[in-house]
């Protein structure tokens, strides 16, 4: 699948609009709200990895499907493994909550990629009324639901050196932008670029298969909408960024 890469003058300025506040998993939490309806706000979850290390670890045997189990053991350093299987045993046990099963009961299979059709699209669920978005880093990870298909990333910032080498991989006129700011400003502005970028390719199901300069989402404050999709920046922690992109109906 290719896309037009819109020429600036084309490209409309986005709204404002306040990040979004993700909910902090508490160590012990109770069932989450009702599944967004159509056209609501994806509700966003925090799972910080130190606060839920030791439950996750205990939980993760009877949580988690085996396939999820050996991708676990397979993680060579431990700060990964514990940041996946945390993720892991949140987003069983949120799943299991929305839709009334039990964590390890919830079935997730694969859309067809829109590229090839090959089942390794975006994640699914079984009556295609809830859908869900993943997204873990060293620390922390993000969990977003919705009542259409939804997209979340976070990233650590990176150091300059990374900006540097990458910056070229974006929409032309992210890269101008960052250009112009002094370099000091330009790791976090990246970030923010990349994680709304990620998200919104998560959402779509692509994935960074698709090129990363064929859509603009923007590097300042206010992030831009891809057409048909609505994307909001999230709080996280310092020293992090974070994005959730969301389909409207």
């Given at each position: 699948m290719s896309r037009v890469i819109a020429p600036p003058e084309l490209i409309a300025p986005p709204e404002p609009r306040a990040p979004l506040s993700p909910t902090p998993l508490a160590a012990l939490y109770v069932a989450p709200p009702p599944v967004p309806g159509a056209g609501a706000a994806p509700q966003v979850?925090?799972?910080e990895t130190a606060v839920h290390r030791a439950s996750s670890a205990r939980l993760a045997p009877a949580t988690l499907d085996p396939q999820e189990l050996a991708r676990a053991a397979g993680f060579l350093r431990a700060e990964d493994r514990d940041a996946y299987v945390c993720a892991h045993v949140a987003l069983r046990r949120l799943l299991g909550a929305y839709l009334g099963l039990?964590?390890?009961g919830v079935s997730v299979s694969r859309a067809p990629c829109p590229h090839c059709a090959?089942?390794?699209g975006r994640p699914?669920?079984?009556g295609d009324t809830l859908h869900f978005s993943l997204s873990h880093c060293a620390g922390l990870s993000l969990l977003a639901f919705a009542a259409t298909p939804v997209g979340v990333d976070v990233e650590a910032v990176p150091p300059p050196a990374t900006v540097a080498e990458t910056a070229d991989v974006l929409h032309p006129r992210e890269a101008a932008e960052l250009a112009l700011l002094d370099p000091g400003e330009r790791a976090l502005a990246f970030t923010r670029v990349?994680?709304?970028?990620?998200a919104y390719l998560k959402?779509?199901?692509i994935g960074l298969s698709e090129n990363p300069?064929?859509?603009y989402?923007?590097?300042?404050p206010v992030p831009s909408h891809p057409p048909g999709w609505s994307l909001s920046d999230v709080e996280v922690p310092a020293g992090h960024c974070a994005a959730v992109a969301l389909e409207l109906p």
């Open positions: 979850w925090l799972v039990a964590p390890r090959e089942p390794h699914v669920l079984p990349w994680t709304r970028k990620e959402g779509l199901g300069a064929a859509d989402v923007g590097s300042g």
